[in-house]
C-alpha cells in the first residue's frame, strides 16, 4: 500500500486546527504551508465537538472548505477520527461512558480523552462519526492517509472495564484454578472462587497484586486496540485504498504495547517530545520506533519546535528543529511532522509553540522551517536504504510495566531510564542500535545489552542462550531475568532464568542510597569507575571478575560511601564475563557510569552522530565545536551533511 496516498517523498507538515481560527485565516495558512514545503497535514484530530454538536447532527462544511482549500494547493491531508476527546453532550447524555480513576472518582468533562474504551456508547459513538468521516470524505482527492484517534493510553477501572478485564481473562487463563496459580493469590486471601469476585487494580488499603497490575496494563492494551480495530475496519471497508495509522506516544503511564499494535497498523507513527537530552533521546525515539515497524520506514507525527523540559518550555539552539528532524530521518523517518502548524491564541496547550509561532512569520523559528522544508526533497534517495546497525538493546515494554509494581527492592527503579543509558552509551560512542524483542532472531548483532529485563520467558532465555553459543557479545544488567512472564519470582538466585548462561549466582540485592557509591576496581586493584543506585552479592559459579566492590580480593578495602553495604560488598565480583560456546556473556550488578559502561564495552567516544544506510551517510554534528567526518569531510559545528561515502 502506497503511504500516505500519493506520496513519492518525504512527509512534511504538521497538526492543522482550522477551526480554532476565523475562516480568512485558512488562505493565508496553505500560503505559507507551501512557501515552507509542506505537503502533508493533519486535520480533525480534537473536532469532534465542531463536528457533531448534538447526537446524529453533523456539520461538515467548514471541514469541506478546509479539505478544498489544501487540496488546492497541493497538501495532503492526514484526517483524524476525532474519537479522543468527546464533545461536551456525549458525557452528559452517557455519564456511564466516563472515565473513572483508579480511586472510583468519575471525571467529567473539561480536558481530553474522558472517555471509558470498554464503554458501549463510547465505542458506537466512535463508530458511527468515523462512518460518517469516512462516506463523505472517502473520494476527496486530499485524502492521503487515515489518522484514528491520537495517542492511545486513557485508563480507565469503571465497572464496563471490570466486565471487560474478566471476558479477557478468562481468554487469557482459561480457568480460575490457572488465574489464582498464576497471580499468587493464595497471599493475602485473595484466592477467587467466582469470576465475579475478580476486579481491576482499584484503589485498596496497601499494595495491590503485581501480576494482577500486570494482566492489567496487558488488558488494556488489548482494550484500546480493539477500539482501534473496530474504526479501522470502517475506514477498510469504505476507503481500501487508503492507509491507516495511529500515533504512539511514549511514558511510563502509557498502557499499550506498541511492539503488538504494529502488526495492525499500515505505518507506524510516533509522537516524541525529547527533554533533558534531545540529541540522544531523539535517537532513542527513532530506534525504538525502527524496532517497532520492523525495519520498515514508519513516521515521526509530532515533534515540537521547542523543548518541553518538564518545569519550562525552551527554545531549541538555532539549527536544532533540523538537526533533531534529520536525525529521525536517518533513522527510518518518513518524515518531519510538527505539533501544531500554529500556535494557538488560548485552550489548554496555548503555549505549546508551532511551525508558525505567536511571533508569526517574522521569526526565527519559521525561518527555519521553511529551511528544513527546502531540504528535505533532496533526501528521499537517501532513505532508500536500510539503517545499518551493528548492536541491538533488548526492549520488552512489559518488564517496564512489571518493574513499575509497588513493592520493589527499591522505589526508585526505572526500566526506563535503565534502556536509555544503554542506549545513550552506543549513541554517543558512535555505534547505530537496533531495539529488539528477547523472542527475535539476534544474530546479526555483534554485541546485544540486556538492560534490566526483570520478565524473561523460558524461550526468550533460550533464545539468548543460542545467540551466545553462536558467537555473540551479551551484556546483561543488574534485574534481568528475575521473574517469569507471570511476575513470578525464580527461585534458586538471581538472575533465575540466566544464571547458566552468565555463570554467576547472586545471593542478595543492595539497593543503594541516592548519595552512596562504591569503588570498583580491577583484579589487580587498579580502580575502575564507581558503583551507584545498586549492588549484588554475587557468587562466581564459572565466571571471572571484571571488577570488584571496593577492591581486589586480598588489596585494600574502600567501602566508599555506602557504609555498611560497601563493606559487606567489599572484594566481591561486580562486573563478570563467562564464555559460553562461541561467545561471551557480561553481568553488571550495579549502575555504572556512562564512562565506565563504555570503557568495559570497548567503545571510543564519537563528537558526531554518525549513520549509515547503503552508500549514503547522514552526519550531525550536535556539539559546539568544529569535526571531521570519517573521510575527511569537515564539519562545522551545529551543522549536518548527508552524502555518499564514496564523495566524502
Known sequence: MDWPRGFGGLCYGGDYNPEQWPEEVWKED???????????????????????????????????RVLDLL????????????????????????????????????????????????????????????????????????????????????????????AAFRTWLQARHGTLDTLNDLWTTSFWSQHYSAWEQVMPPRATQYLPNPAQTLDFRRFLSDEMLDCFREQKAVLRELTPDVPVTTNFVFGDWVPVNQRHWAREVDLVAIDHYPA?????????????????????????????????????????RPGEIARLSLSHIARGSRG???????????????????????????????????????????????????????AAVLWDVESGWALQSPGLPSTELSYLDAVRQAHRVLYRHGVTADFAHPSADLSAYRMVLVPSLYLLSDADAENLRRYVEGGGTLVVSYLSGIADEHARIRLGGYPGALRDLLGIRVEEFHPLAPDAAIPLSAPGGDPVGTATFWSEHVHLEGAEALAHYGGAPGTAKDTGTAGATGAALAGLPAVTRHRHGSGTALYISTRLTDDTYARLLGLEPSPLELVRRGEWLFAINHGDDGQVVPGGLRLPAGSHAVQKMREI
Not at 93 to 117: E, F, I, M, Q
Open 276 to 316: 533533558a537530552d534531545p540529541p540522544a533521546e531523539t535517537a532513542f525515539g527513532a530506534d525504538l520506533a525502527r524496532c517497532w515497524s520492523g525495519g520498515e520506514p514508519w513516521l515521526l507525527m509530532e515533534q515540537a519546535v521547542v523543548t518541553y523540559t518538564g518545569p519550562r518550555m525552551v527554545p531549541k
Open 71 to 162: 487540496h488546492t494547493g497541493g497538501i495532503g491531508v492526514n484526517l483524524a477520527t476525532p474519537t479522543a476527546s468527546p464533545p461536551p453532550w456525549f458525557g452528559l447524555a452517557h455519564p456511564d461512558a466516563l472515565t473513572v480513576t483508579a480511586s472510583g472518582v468519575r471525571l467529567t468533562h473539561g480536558s481530553r480523552d474522558t472517555y471509558c474504551v470498554s464503554a458501549p456508547p463510547y465505542r458506537d459513538a466512535s463508530a458511527r462519526i468515523t462512518r460518517a468521516l469516512a462516506e463523505r470524505y472517502r473520494d476527496h482527492p486530499a485524502l492521503a492517509m487515515w489518522h484514528v484517534h491520537n495517542e492511545y493510553g486513557t485508563w480507565c477501572h469503571c465497572d464496563h472495564v471490570a
Open 30 to 64: 496553505v500560503e505559507l504551508m507551501r512557501r515552507a514545503g509542506v505537503n502533508l497535514v493533519s486535520v480533525g484530530v480534537f473536532s469532534w465537538a465542531r463536528l457533531e454538536p448534538a447526537p446524529g447532527v453533523h456539520d461538515f462544511g467548514w471541514l469541506d
Open 336 to 390: 518531519a511532522m510538527f505539533f501544531q502548524w500554529r500556535a494557538s491564541r488560548g485552550g489548554a496547550e496555548l503555549w505549546h509553540s508551532g511551525m508558525v509561532p505567536h511571533a508569526g512569520q517574522d521569526s526565527r523559528i519559521f525561518r527555519e522551517i521553511c529551511e528544513l522544508g527546502a531540504l528535505l526533497p533532496a533526501l528521499r534517495e537517501a532513505t532508500l536504504a536500510p539503517v545499518e546497525a551493528e
